[in-house]
């Protein structure tokens, strides 16, 4: 119990540290784009120096990317849960997750009918999908197949209103090896190269199920694939995580 404190309040501060530095850097960023444009018009049709802009106006984009993230780890960006229909929104993504994944790998789709609406925040639902679907793509090297699922679980014998969604991403790659397995959540853990793995995808997924009052699960075969199941409960049970804290410190009066 005290070794989980000692975690949550290092994440905290990590996250105030990070938010801080993410915050400034991003208002940086702000001040290179506003005078990037301003320089564009000023050089007018000299191709090197148009090139040298695009460069510079590429790597702002990777950096406000970045940022973005960091502040999605930081918790600085606010969370706005309403009513998700899940099939829609996997469609609604469905053009980005092509583009992502490119022509070597195939996607498929199988959205169960009447999946059970989910509370949660949509940009973050469609992030978290995102990072799912990337990760996946890099876990492979050539052709493969990433399959997406949506369905309703219903534990054995419960009645009425209770029960999940689950939602996968089930990849054809090298998968996950058993030593990492437990680090593969903790923010900035990464095995890909500096500039290509910033340690924060499995992170804004996890951080996303928990606030949404779901779970992630992961199984994976090394040479085989990995499957990441989000499970978030269906829309009229769910409790999110700031409910759930607010009964814990509250007390149940009894
Ligand atoms: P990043 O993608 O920037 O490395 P993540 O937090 O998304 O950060 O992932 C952390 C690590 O987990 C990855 O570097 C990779 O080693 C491992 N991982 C995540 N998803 C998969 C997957 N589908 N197959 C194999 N390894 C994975």
New binding site residues.
Partial sequence: MHQQLAESQKLDALGQLTGGVAHDFNNLLMIISGSLHTLKKAVGDDPKCQRALSAIEGATKRGASLTSQLLTFARRQSVNPQAVDVAERIDAVREVLDAAVGSAVTLQFDVAKGVWPVMVDVAEFETALV??V???R??MTGAGVIAISARNETPVGEAGAGGHVAIS?A?T????APD?LS?????F????PIG??????????HGFAHQAGGTVK?A?ELGK??R?TILLPRKETAVTAEDANAVEIGGSGT
């Avoid at 790659?173 to 996950?176: A, D, K, P, R, T």
């Avoid at 793995?197 to 804004?204: A, E, R």
């Fill in positions: 990072n799912l990337v990760n996946a890099d876990a991403v990849d790659g090298v998968g996950i990492i680090k593969i959540f903790d923010p853990f990464t095995t890909k290509k793995g910033t340690g924060l995808g499995l992170s804004q997924v992961v994976s694939g990995t990441i």
